[in-house]
């Protein structure tokens, strides 16, 4: 079993059933979720796509890179109901903006800073057990670390257009300042990220009048995040977009960014569908899986999918058709008032305490502090040893979202 990085398989039972694994969607009983005494209840699910005609991220300027992620969430009950699905839409040239080589601080340890495009995923699969009527898709958006109120600023009084032949002077002046600027932040500060933007709609909106490759994309607009703001700050944000615009109330204090949005698709699959290039949640290859009969045949490689784990808000009882071993880890606070810190990150790792008899982790070795292969990377489907949160510009007291 590999990932499609060419990696080995998470080491999960289910790679003892060799190359291909059926998914519980391959079941017959796949759409059936028992919900106490009210007997069967439907399942729905959902194609989400980030990526393809006339879909992505649409920004009056594009001086840097940006990372994205998805998520479902109930509007009514303040709550989300999925993993986050992380997708990146940038260009090989704006992703070598951010450096080739990060050296672990603590270690010395070199790791490579970006991924190859073809290592990462830009449609996604969602599960739904409910009535979608509360449900919203939620975007968020992060980019490299700094300022953001000149960042804000940037993306408010500068276009793509200052930096073209016909602008003035001082129009082309001011946009080479910030694309200077921007490279050498990425530089600088690459490895780390801050939060952008967010947007939302209810699910039952782009999957009203999005279908194929070619249909029109759902176009939602971008709103200004300046620090992390956690599922629970976000409710009442979410629950305000479900009614009439001057119905309003904590709605009226989200900024939008000038001409910022982000585009794309969402349908719903036949109850019966078996989406032909697609892993699971925890990265197995899932039945059929063809694209190397596509490219035998001489046909474009279809995009791959990820099936994003459904986190139910409602009390559900389903047989258990194979194993699946995640672990979600949230990060809720920090605490750094009665210190000097105020750009405060956690990075979450896995350390192997039982690699040497009577280890601490004051003597961890240079490679257990590396920690173990066992985190989702945020950027490809593979495993990495780390993840870092996205940092609150001079916050000593953070939430966080992730």
């Known amino acids: 079993m590999d990932t499609l990085e060419g990696d080995p398989a998470p080491p999960f039972p289910l790679d003892r059933y060799g190359d291909d694994v059926t998914p519980y969607t391959d079941s017959p009983y796949s759409h059936v979720r028992v919900v106490g ?13 980030c990526s393809g005609y006339n879909a992505g991220l649409f920004l009056p300027l594009n001086i840097e890179p940006h990372f994205a992620s ?104 001011a946009h080479s300042k910030l694309a200077d600027n921007a490279a050498s932040i990425c530089q600088r500060r690459g490895e780390f990220r801050m939060p952008f933007a967010w947007a939302a709609i209810p699910l039952g909106d782009p999957v009203a009048y999005t279908g194929g490759p070619n249909s029109p994309t759902a176009d939602i607009k971008l709103y200004q995040q300046s620090y992390n703001l956690s599922d629970e700050d976000l409710g009442p944000f979410i629950l ?3 009614n009439r615009e001057q119905d309003w109330t904590t709605m009226k204090k989200a900024k939008p960014i000038p001409d910022a949005w982000f585009k794309f ?29 596509a490219a035998a045949a001489g046909d ?39 210190t000097s810190n105020r750009n405060v990150a956690v990075r ?39 993840v870092t949160t996205a940092v609150s510009y001079h916050n000593k007291s953070p939430t966080f979202y992730e």
């Open 37 to 49: 005494a009210d007997g069967a209840k439907q399942c729905q699910r959902f194609m989400v796509e």
């Open 70 to 173: 998805v998520m479902l969430f109930d509007a009514k009950k303040q709550v989300r109901i999925s993993e986050n699905f992380h997708f990146d839409l940038n260009d090989q040239a704006t992703l070598a903006m951010l450096p080739n080589d990060v050296v672990d601080p603590r270690t010395g340890e070199i790791t490579k800073g970006r991924v190859d495009a073809s290592a990462t995923l830009k449609q996604a699969i969602f599960t739904v057990s409910q009535d979608i009527k509360d449900v919203f898709i939620v975007f968020r958006f992060e980019k490299v670390l700094e300022d953001p109120a000149k960042a804000f600023e940037a993306y408010s009084r500068t276009t793509d257009a200052d930096g073209v032949e016909g602008a003035s002077e001082k129009q082309r002046k």
């Open 240 to 242: 305000d977009l479900g």
């Open 265 to 293: 698709r969402a349908r719903q699959l036949a109850e019966d569908a078996k989406v032909p290039y697609c892993l699971t949640s925890t990265l197995y290859r899932a039945k059929p899986w063809l694209p190397a009969a």
């Open 300 to 338: 474009a490689e279809p995009e791959p999918s990820l099936e994003v784990q459904e986190f139910p808000s409602e009390g559900l009882v389903e047989p258990n058709r194979t194993y699946r071993h995640n672990l979600y880890v949230y990060i809720k606070s920090a605490d750094f008032k009665s």
């Open 348 to 386: 979450v790792q896995f350390l192997d305490a039982g690699a040497s008899s009577g280890t601490t982790a004051a003597t961890y070795s240079p490679e257990q502090q590396l920690g173990m292969q066992q985190l989702y990377s945020h950027t490809s489907c593979t495993l990495t040893s780390s």
